[in-house]
C-alpha cells in the first residue's frame, strides 16, 4: 500500500499529515529508548500510519478507490488469466461487486490498518454471491 500519489490507495494528501503527526510526536519530547539500537529513536511514520487515532481517509474519493480495487483484483488475477482460468471478462465483474462494498468497507472502518482487512471482508461477500 503506498503513500504517494501515483500508487496505492492512499494520496499524497496523507503525507502532509502523517509528518505532522510525527514532528508534533517528536516536539512532544516522546523520544523512545530502547535496549535495542533499532528501537530507539522518534516514532517512525509506519507508527503513525498504524495508530489508532490517525485517520487519512477523509480525501479519498470514491472513484480512486474503485480503481485501486480494479486495479489490485487485475494484478492479483494474472495468474488465472495468464493460464485460461479466468477470463477478463470474470474478473471485471468480480471487481465490480467487490469495489462498492470495498467503498463502504472503508468509510466504515477509515484507518490504514484496516486497509487489508477492509479489502478482504468486500472480497468475501463477493465470493458468497
Not at 470474470?90 to 467503498?103: F, H, L, Q, R
Request: net charge negative; with cysteine.
Amino acid at each position: 500500500m503506498a503513500l504517494d500519489g501515483d500508487r496505492g490507495v492512499f494520496p499524497s494528501c496523507c503525507l502532509p499529515r502523517v509528518e505532522h503527526q510525527s514532528s508534533s510526536v517528536s516536539h512532544a519530547g516522546e523520544y523512545k529508548e530502547s535496549h535495542r539500537e533499532e528501537g530507539t529513536g522518534w516514532v517512525g511514520y509506519s507508527n503513525v500510519l498504524m495508530a489508532p487515532g490517525f485517520v487519512c481517509t477523509d480525501c479519498l474519493e470514491d472513484a480512486r478507490l474503485s480503481q485501486y480495487v480494479h486495479e489490485k483484483i487485475a494484478h492479483n488475477q494474472q495468474p488465472a488469466l495468464s493460464t485460461g482460468r479466468t477470463t477478463e471478462a470474470k474478473v471485471k465483474a468480480y471487481a465490480d461487486c467487490v469495489a462498492p462494498k470495498y467503498i463502504a468497507e472503508f468509510k466504515a472502518h477509515p484507518h490504514v490498518y484496516e486497509e487489508t482487512p477492509n479489502f478482504n471482508r468486500a472480497a468475501e461477500a463477493c465470493r458468497a454471491t
